[in-house]
C-alpha cells in the first residue's frame, strides 16, 4: 500500500521454510464493514412486523371485527410505527454501509 502499512502473516512449510503472505488492510476493512452490514440486518428484522402480526399481537379481547378499525388501535399503531421506522432504518444503515464499502475501495 502507498503508506507502506501491511499486515504480514507467515506459514510454515516444511521443516525450515518459511512463506510470508502480505494482506492488504482494506481487506480487515471491508470484512468488518461485512460484519457491521450483517449484525445490522439481523437486529434490525426483530423490528419488522405486519399488519396481521401487528394486528394479533395489538388486539384487545373487545377489539372490533373490521380490520379498519383494528387498525386504529393504539397497541397497533404503535407496533406498525416501529416496524416502519426500523425499515427506514435499514435502508440508512444499508446505504451508509455500501458508501463505506466504495470509500474504502476507491482509488
Known amino acids: 500500500m502507498e503508506n507502506g502499512r501491511r499486515t504480514s502473516l507467515f506459514l510454515m512449510q516444511g ?3 518459511r512463506k510470508e503472505i502480505t494482506l492488504d488492510p482494506r481487506w480487515f476493512s471491508s470484512i468488518g464493514l461485512i460484519f457491521d452490514l450483517v449484525g445490522s440486518v439481523i437486529l434490525v428484522t426483530g423490528l419488522f412486523i405486519s ?3 401487528a394486528l394479533e399481537l395489538g388486539l384487545d379481547r373487545w377489539a372490533s371485527e373490521k380490520e379498519e378499525d383494528n387498525l386504529l388501535l393504539p397497541k397497533v399503531v404503535d407496533r406498525l410505527k ?3 421506522r426500523a425499515k427506514i432504518g435499514l435502508i440508512f444503515l444499508l446505504l451508509g454501509i455500501l458508501f463505506q464499502l466504495i470509500g474504502t475501495w476507491a482509488k
Do not use: P, T
Open 15 to 17: 521443516a525450515f521454510e
Open 51 to 53: 399488519k396481521k402480526d
Open 82 to 84: 416501529q416496524s416502519n
